[in-house]
Protein backbone atom coordinates (compact mmCIF):
# COMPACT_ATOMS: atom_id res chain seq x y z
CA UNK A 1 0.00 0.00 0.00
CA UNK A 2 1.53 3.34 -0.91
CA UNK A 3 1.65 6.79 1.51
CA UNK A 4 -1.51 8.10 -0.81
CA UNK A 5 -3.38 4.74 -0.31
CA UNK A 6 -2.70 4.48 3.43
CA UNK A 7 -4.13 7.96 3.87
CA UNK A 8 -7.24 7.77 1.85
CA UNK A 9 -8.05 4.35 3.12
CA UNK A 10 -11.09 4.26 5.43
CA UNK A 11 -12.20 0.68 7.05
CA UNK A 12 -15.74 -0.25 7.08
CA UNK A 13 -17.17 -0.78 10.11
CA UNK A 14 -19.89 -3.38 11.06
CA UNK A 15 -22.34 -1.79 13.01
CA UNK A 16 -21.20 1.81 12.66
CA UNK A 17 -24.62 3.01 12.70
CA UNK A 18 -24.36 1.52 16.75
CA UNK A 19 -21.52 4.53 17.12
CA UNK A 20 -23.93 7.55 15.74
CA UNK A 21 -25.31 7.86 19.32
CA UNK A 22 -24.20 7.26 23.04
CA UNK A 23 -24.70 4.10 24.38
CA UNK A 24 -27.10 3.67 26.85
CA UNK A 25 -25.59 1.39 29.48
CA UNK A 26 -27.97 -1.15 31.23
CA UNK A 27 -28.63 -0.54 34.95
CA UNK A 28 -28.81 -3.94 36.53
CA UNK A 29 -30.35 -4.79 40.16
CA UNK A 30 -31.33 -1.63 41.49
CA UNK A 31 -31.79 0.13 44.92
CA UNK A 32 -31.67 -2.94 47.97
CA UNK A 33 -34.34 -3.07 49.99
CA UNK A 34 -33.56 -1.84 53.71
CA UNK A 35 -34.73 -4.51 55.80
CA UNK A 36 -36.03 -1.74 58.15
CA UNK A 37 -35.84 1.95 57.79
CA UNK A 38 -33.49 4.23 59.90
CA UNK A 39 -35.69 5.25 62.59
CA UNK A 40 -36.41 1.01 63.52
CA UNK A 41 -32.49 0.44 63.38
CA UNK A 42 -31.94 3.11 65.16
CA UNK A 43 -34.23 2.30 67.56
CA UNK A 44 -33.26 -1.05 67.72
CA UNK A 45 -29.08 -0.41 68.12
CA UNK A 46 -30.36 2.22 71.44
CA UNK A 47 -32.77 -0.76 72.83
CA UNK A 48 -29.28 -3.13 72.43
CA UNK A 49 -27.30 -0.51 73.60
CA UNK A 50 -28.81 0.22 76.84
CA UNK A 51 -29.13 -3.15 77.08
CA UNK A 52 -25.34 -3.86 77.52
CA UNK A 53 -24.73 -1.25 79.31
CA UNK A 54 -27.67 -2.70 82.04
CA UNK A 55 -25.63 -5.88 82.14
CA UNK A 56 -22.20 -4.52 82.34
CA UNK A 57 -23.17 -2.21 85.31
CA UNK A 58 -24.83 -5.52 86.99
CA UNK A 59 -21.17 -6.85 86.90
CA UNK A 60 -19.09 -6.25 90.28
CA UNK A 61 -16.59 -3.00 90.19
CA UNK A 62 -14.23 -5.55 91.48
CA UNK A 63 -14.78 -7.93 88.45
CA UNK A 64 -15.49 -5.74 85.72
CA UNK A 65 -12.45 -5.07 83.22
CA UNK A 66 -11.14 -1.50 81.59
CA UNK A 67 -12.30 -2.67 78.29
CA UNK A 68 -15.57 -4.15 76.39
CA UNK A 69 -15.62 -6.26 73.61
CA UNK A 70 -18.12 -5.86 72.08
CA UNK A 71 -19.71 -7.94 68.31
CA UNK A 72 -22.00 -6.48 65.78
CA UNK A 73 -23.37 -8.66 63.11
CA UNK A 74 -24.07 -6.87 59.52
CA UNK A 75 -27.27 -8.27 57.44
CA UNK A 76 -26.17 -10.34 54.69
CA UNK A 77 -27.38 -8.67 52.25
CA UNK A 78 -25.00 -5.52 52.96
CA UNK A 79 -21.51 -7.14 53.40
CA UNK A 80 -19.89 -4.61 50.67
CA UNK A 81 -17.19 -1.68 52.87
CA UNK A 82 -19.40 1.13 51.97
CA UNK A 83 -21.70 -0.55 54.29
CA UNK A 84 -19.15 -0.81 57.43
CA UNK A 85 -20.64 1.51 59.79
CA UNK A 86 -17.65 3.93 60.32
CA UNK A 87 -19.63 6.67 61.47
CA UNK A 88 -21.45 4.57 63.90
CA UNK A 89 -18.43 3.09 65.68
CA UNK A 90 -16.72 7.00 65.79
CA UNK A 91 -19.53 8.55 67.29
CA UNK A 92 -19.71 5.80 69.61
CA UNK A 93 -16.10 5.75 69.79
CA UNK A 94 -15.65 2.46 69.39
CA UNK A 95 -12.33 0.73 67.95
CA UNK A 96 -12.88 -1.31 65.48
CA UNK A 97 -10.53 -4.61 66.61
CA UNK A 98 -11.09 -6.88 63.37
CA UNK A 99 -13.96 -8.48 62.10
CA UNK A 100 -15.05 -11.86 60.57
CA UNK A 101 -17.05 -14.48 58.43
CA UNK A 102 -20.05 -15.38 59.94
CA UNK A 103 -21.88 -18.32 58.60
CA UNK A 104 -25.70 -18.78 58.99
CA UNK A 105 -28.75 -21.14 58.20
CA UNK A 106 -32.22 -18.67 57.53
CA UNK A 107 -35.09 -20.44 55.24
CA UNK A 108 -33.08 -23.70 55.17
CA UNK A 109 -30.24 -22.08 53.14
CA UNK A 110 -26.69 -21.68 54.08
CA UNK A 111 -26.00 -17.42 54.06
CA UNK A 112 -22.86 -15.28 54.71
CA UNK A 113 -22.82 -12.22 56.67
CA UNK A 114 -19.86 -10.59 58.68
CA UNK A 115 -18.94 -10.18 62.45
CA UNK A 116 -17.11 -6.86 63.52
CA UNK A 117 -15.19 -6.86 66.78
CA UNK A 118 -15.08 -3.42 68.15
CA UNK A 119 -13.61 -2.45 72.23
CA UNK A 120 -14.42 0.39 73.81
CA UNK A 121 -12.78 1.57 77.11
CA UNK A 122 -15.38 1.80 80.32
CA UNK A 123 -18.32 1.69 78.30
CA UNK A 124 -20.54 4.52 78.01
CA UNK A 125 -22.67 5.20 74.56
CA UNK A 126 -21.26 8.42 73.49
CA UNK A 127 -24.20 9.13 70.80
CA UNK A 128 -26.17 12.12 70.89
CA UNK A 129 -28.63 10.79 68.68
CA UNK A 130 -29.19 7.71 70.38
CA UNK A 131 -29.51 9.40 73.77
CA UNK A 132 -28.11 6.69 75.43
CA UNK A 133 -25.57 7.97 77.44
CA UNK A 134 -25.86 7.28 81.35
Given at each position: ????????????????????????????G??????R???????????????????????????????I??????????????????????????????????????????????????????????????????
Open positions: MTDKQKRDYLPILGNGEQMIEPIKKKMRGEKPYPSYDEAKNRIKRQLEEIQGHIKEIPEENRMDEVLTLRLNEDFLAKTYIPDTFFKKTRFENIGSRRWVFEKDSKMKYSKMHFVIKSKFVCKFPQLDCAT
